[in-house]
């Protein structure tokens, strides 16, 4: 369970704030990772900040002052992004890093990438196998025509940010209480960008880019499953002012199909035979996704057994969208028991029940009576 954050920083509850401050700071100097030597120094560094972070907001201290961390839960974890009292340091990793020579991290932007699209296609279970290549449609933006992508009306251009002079960031110096410090800022007349746009184009207000309906033709690979994605790179978003494109990923979603199941890279088929197919075997014709073939069922198969068609099932693809091999159709067999008869099919059922109750029953010369009953059921009669 975390410590009482008024223990961690060592102070009374009806601490004032600049108590607390005082205390913050006093601990973070002694327990930062850069000058501690104890052992657990990076932990306790971490609990420091996590109390602070809670104690130093009066909101959060009245949460946790009447019901504790679970009032600031999902509050009071990691580092704090901007430290009162620090003059809203992004990370308080600037302070020391500052502190023991380097600097802060850059605030740039710069021009933005595109974003990511994302499209969703449904193909059926026997293009999956085989793959298909399918016409997909949607929304994304792209270059602005009229300006070329850069935002500014034709016969002008962007300037550069006098603010920022280009570099898309403003430095200020702060008094911090290890010293002066170097904060740099987005620039916030540009955005980071470095550049102004002073006659924008009225076809994209400036942005460069413009919402359009695009159509591609995507291909899906053999062996594809419910829910894969498919990356296209560079069909996504167009970005900035020549920045790269985002991904369009397209989402393949599958039909199931009438009778073929799907079983990791093995194809699922259930078939049902009869009981004189059973009892006495047949060829029947089978069904795959390659079209019929032709499958022995032995004499005497029962329920459950199970055929094995090689190289009848599903590619198993590979991440780099190619093929290693295919997997296999399993065929599951279902004795099926009449459950209507006709007269002379219960007629025969009996006799065949009769002489099958009796052990070691003799059979009589030539084709015997349990081959007839068969052959009625099979239809040859």
């Keep these: 369970m975390p410590r009482d954050y008024y223990d961690v920083l060592g102070v009374a509850r009806g601490a004032e704030n600049s108590e607390i401050k005082s205390a913050f700071r006093r601990l973070a100097r002694q327990y930062h990772p850069d000058v501690s030597q104890e052992a657990d120094a990076e932990a306790k560094f971490k609990e420091i900040n996590e109390a602070y972070e809670v104690l130093s907001d009066d909101d959060k201290r009245a949460?946790?002052?009447r019901f504790g961390h679970a009032g600031v839960n999902g509050s009071g974890s990691g580092f704090p992004g901007g430290v009162g009292g620090f003059g809203g340091f992004e990370d308080i990793f600037d302070i020391f890093n500052s502190a023991f020579g380097e600097q802060p991290r850059g605030r740039r932007r710069g021009p933005t990438a595109g974003r990511d699209r994302r499209v969703d296609v449904t193909i059926d279970f026997v293009e999956a196998v085989f793959g298909v290549e399918k016409e997909v449609e949607f929304q994304r933006l792209e270059s602005c025509d009229s300006c070329d992508g850069t935002g500014a009306a034709k016969g002008s251009r962007p300037s550069t940010c006098g603010t920022c002079n280009g570099?898309?960031?403003?430095?200020?110096?702060?008094?911090?209480?290890?010293?002066?410090?170097?904060?740099?800022?987005?620039?916030?007349?540009?955005?980071?960008?470095?550049?102004?746009?002073?006659?924008?184009?009225?076809?994209?207000d400036g942005s460069g880019r413009r919402r359009k309906r695009a159509v591609l033709n995507v291909k899906i690979p053999a062996g594809v499953s419910e829910g894969i994605q498919i990356q296209v790179r560079g069909d996504g978003d167009a970005g900035e002012r020549g920045a790269p494109p985002g991904n369009l990923f397209v989402v393949v979603h599958v039909k199931d199909h009438v009778y073929f199941k799907?079983?990791?890279?093995?194809?699922?088929?259930?078939?049902?035979?009869?009981?004189?197919?059973?009892?006495?075997?047949?060829?029947?014709?089978?069904?795959?996704?390659?079209?019929?073939?032709?499958?022995?069922i032995p004499p005497g198969v029962q329920t459950g057994k199970v055929f094995r068609l090689r190289g009848k099932g599903i590619p198993r693809l590979r991440s780099d969208g190619s093929n290693s091999g295919r997997g296999d159709q399993m065929v599951y067999v279902q004795v099926e028991t009449p459950t209507e008869l006709t007269e002379r099919q219960r007629e025969l059922f009996e006799q065949l029940a009769e002489t099958l109750?009796?052990?070691?029953?003799?059979?009589?010369?030539?084709?015997?009576?349990?081959?007839?009953v068969m052959d009625y059921l099979a239809g040859d009669e």
Excluded at 360 to 372: E, H, M, Q, V, Y
Aim: charged share 25%.
């Design 63 to 65: 949460r946790y002052d």
């Design 167 to 204: 570099s898309g960031e403003v430095r200020q110096v702060q008094q911090t209480f290890l010293g002066s410090m170097v904060r740099a800022q987005t620039c916030p007349h540009c955005g980071g960008k470095g550049q102004v746009i002073s006659n924008p184009c009225r076809n994209c």
């Design 262 to 296: 799907r079983k990791e890279n093995d194809i699922i088929l259930d078939i049902g035979i009869n009981i004189a197919q059973a009892t006495l075997g047949d060829r029947i014709s089978v069904d795959t996704v390659d079209g019929p073939v032709e499958l022995n």
């Design 357 to 372: 109750g009796r052990e070691n029953a003799p059979r009589t010369g030539g084709r015997g009576f349990f081959d007839k």
